[in-house]
């Protein structure tokens, strides 16, 4: 009866997720004097494409269906403000590809939980690798907006460091899991302290502020050990006012943060730009195109939130601040679900890492906190964010996988051992 009224409940809420985005790409579509096409494909791709990863999640691996939904409602948001707003419909496009990359690598990584038994083979390749894939833009990267984080392969640029984060936690969870000696604790906040320390060099300061975060959660809900996360978080402080003695970009930064009327057409453009966007959307918003986010700096990215604000207004972007929340508690959930230490370490941490990302890069476009530089999830512009983004959501579907497949196996027991006689 309750799985019933479970798969009664997604269905509803794929099929009103697939309205919006039907609907809002339509508009789109019929917005201009000549039928845009380019929109209207993706009012039939949108809705078709959630249907059939929904599907294909529900009927292959019996993973979380509310995620997965809540996922695609939030990637449907990012390409139809993406092209509403994007100077080019090359935009919106790369957008949608990228998502069918992030989907191939979503349903890999669920694979890849449901199947793992052994999963501490995998640890050290997959540190090695995730060093490697790091230290990368130190030798080969470019600088942009201030930070050396990203590389160029064959014609592609690739930041590193948002597909090191789901292999953060899967390393995290392997030496933290089970019965953990002082040696696995040792080497998970070495490696975890190594990938600080190349974000640092490289001055991806956002990343390295999340990835710390991520990195302390786990220790506490591994350890339970709150002097040593404490004196942990006591460490980053320091760090964190070393960086601002240091780097003078960090000083701009706080400094437009603290007043940005100080300097309204260099520091503080940025914030300032992105709270008009938000005051003039108001509480319903000025509708699909007739905003003027494109006067927000980098507004496809670091700032789609305020421009989200000023086309659907602010009732909208309460809402999807309730998404990524929805999302965070389902993935708690299941962690508190999961039958083991490591399946629960990793669906708890790929929730934290979501839930932590998207409210930094909020509470960067409102001001409530100082910009970090991060993109926010599966909305922003960016193949390495949607795809990394969606792999991290394919670890925490594998794990909601493997405890459907326990249930069954509990239920399918519980049936046998009542039918035996007595």
């Known amino acids: 009866m309750r799985k019933r009224k479970n798969e009664k409940t997604g269905r509803s809420l794929r099929g009103a997720v697939m309205l919006f985005q039907f609907l809002a790409c339509l508009l789109l579509s019929l917005r201009g004097g000549a039928v845009d096409r380019q929109a209207l494909f993706f009012a039939l791709a949108l809705p078709g494409c959630t249907y059939a990863v929904s599907f294909l999640m529900d009927k292959l691996f019996q993973a979380d269906s509310t995620v ?11 390409v139809i403000t993406l092209k509403d707003i994007a100077r080019s419909p090359e935009t919106p496009m790369e957008q949608f590809i990228y998502f069918g990359v992030g989907a191939v690598g979503m349903m890999a990584a669920a694979v890849f939980m449901r199947n793992l038994r052994a999963w501490e ?11 490697a894939l790091l230290a990368s833009p130190l030798f080969i990267g470019q600088w942009q907006y201030g930070a050396k984080n990203w590389i160029k392969v064959s014609g592609f640029s690739m930041q590193p460091s948002e597909f090191v984060k789901p292999a953060l936690v899967f390393v995290m969870a392997v030496c933290l899991s089970g019965r953990t000696t002082r040696l696995n604790r040792l080497l ?3 490696f975890a302290a190594a990938l600080c320390v190349l974000l640092l060099l490289e001055r991806d300061l956002g990343a390295l502020l999340l990835y710390f975060v991520v990195t302390m959660l ?9 002097l040593v996360t404490l004196m942990g978080f006591g460490a980053g402080a320091a760090g964190a006012y070393g960086a601002y003695s240091l780097f003078p ?16 057409l260099d520091k503080g453009y940025q914030i300032i730009q992105a709270l008009i966007a938000i005051g003039s959307g108001g509480f319903f918003g000025m509708g699909l195109g007739l905003g003027l986010p494109r006067n927000i700096p980098l507004y496809h990215s670091d700032f789609i939130f305020a421009a989200i604000c000023e086309e659907f207004g602010c009732l909208f972007a309460l809402c999807l601040i309730g998404v990524y929340l929805l999302i965070a508690l ?10 083991s230490s490591f399946h629960a370490l990793v669906a708890f941490g790929v929730s934290a890492e979501i839930a932590l990302q998207a409210l930094l890069i909020i509470g960067g476009n409102t001001k409530l906190i100082p910009l970090t530089g991060v993109t926010l999830p599966l909305v922003s512009s960016g193949g390495s964010s949607l795809a990394a983004s969606m792999v991290s959501l394919g670890l925490l579907l594998g794990v909601s996988s493997v405890n459907a497949q326990y249930d069954r196996e509990a239920e399918r027991r ?8 007595a």
């Open 68 to 78: 997965t939904v809540l996922m695609m409602f939030l990637i449907g948001v990012g």
């Open 121 to 131: 083979k995998w640890t050290y390749w997959m540190m090695a690798g995730s060093l």
């Open 188 to 190: 998970a906040l070495a």
């Open 218 to 226: 786990l220790y506490y809900a591994s350890t339970s050990n709150l």
């Open 249 to 264: 970009y960090v000083q701009r930064r706080i400094a437009a943060f603290q007043d940005p009327w100080s300097d309204p």
């Open 330 to 339: 389902r993935g708690f959930a299941i962690a508190a679900a999961a039958r």
């Open 414 to 421: 519980l049936q046998d051992m009542e039918g035996e006689p």
